[in-house]
């Protein structure tokens, strides 16, 4: 099934997508996690400065 995810996404005439991985620490503990999101290659800078 994810060999047929990635072949549409690299399909011709398509959106490319970016995988971003922010780390974000909780308040609660102090530890981080790692948050991860598929996002048009145009729009990842406006995720990361979220």
Known sequence: MAKKVVATLKK???RTFAKV???VKSPKTG???F???MVPTDL???TLKK
């Open 12 to 14: 011709e005439g398509g």
């Open 21 to 23: 991985i922010k780390a």
């Open 31 to 33: 530890a981080y996690t």
């Open 35 to 37: 948050k991860e999101e």
């Open 44 to 46: 990842v800078q406006d």
